[in-house]
């Protein structure tokens, strides 16, 4: 069974602080993702990553960054933690098959900023 | 316009039929997919289609596609109060970005 891993699933920042998130996975695929999830917005994409080194700008990339320098690991990092930023972050990785081109994805990490 | 859309909310009695509709953007998206988010957990992939097909049938889960109109469903046959969920449509676009709706909250009663 593939596995996608956060480290994180309850955490509490402070106004300022540096947050990583950390996303592992252990089925070698290419192309990972950071979203969140908001009530009444669903999943918004923040960064993808389609290989090592490699990353793209989702749709609400502003005041995060990504960092990939491992295929198996893509961390999402909020330089200076804000309350606007409270919400539920979901890993997803994608492996590419001739039966379909798969999705999966950790359980989340729930993020509140005090 | 740019987003994938969904209606928030159904709510459908134990033993009906549920139609889980999504309006996506990309024309050129290859697979359109359906999950499931259960409370307090991580999304489920329930199934997906691909571009060139109309209708995918899977037990209790049927998922139309309408490319002309952009519009997926996704039906649930004999809905259980164990359905109750929010489901999301997804679609893919260029350069590999995998796209969400705002999630449709399916509630069933019993």
């Known amino acids: 069974d593939v596995k996608v891993t956060q480290s994180s699933r309850y955490l509490v920042k402070r106004t300022g602080e540096k947050v990583f998130l950390e996303c592992v996975q252990d089925m070698d695929h290419e192309n990972m993702f950071w979203y969140r999830q908001d009530p009444g917005l669903g999943l918004r994409l923040i960064y993808f990553s389609y290989d090592v080194k490699m990353k793209e700008k989702g749709d609400i990339p502003e005041g995060y960054s990504v960092s990939r320098e491992k295929k198996e690991r893509f961390s999402l990092i909020l330089e200076s933690a804000s309350t606007n930023q409270t919400s539920m972050y979901l890993c997803?990785?994608?492996?590419?098959?001739?039966?379909?081109?798969?999705?999966?994805f950790g359980e989340g990490s729930w993020l509140t900023v005090v | 316009g740019e987003d994938v859309e969904q209606s928030l909310f159904l709510s459908v009695r134990e033993g009906d039929s549920s139609v889980i509709n999504c309006t996506y953007t990309d024309s050129s998206s290859t697979y359109l997919y359906w999950y499931k988010q259960e409370p307090g957990a991580g999304l489920q992939l329930l199934t997906y289609?691909?571009?060139?097909?109309d209708m995918k049938q899977d037990q209790r889960l049927t998922v139309l596609l309408n490319k002309k109109d952009k519009h997926l469903s996704l039906r649930i046959a004999d809905t259980q109060t164990g359905d109750s969920a929010i489901y999301f449509c997804?679609?893919?676009?260029?350069?590999?970005?995998?796209?969400f709706g705002q999630g449709t909250e399916l509630s069933v009663k019993p």
């Open positions: 997804a679609e893919t676009r260029g350069g590999g970005k995998l796209i």
């Open positions: 997803a990785t994608r492996a590419f098959s001739s039966s379909g081109n798969t999705i999966y």
């Open positions: 289609i691909f571009s060139n097909m």
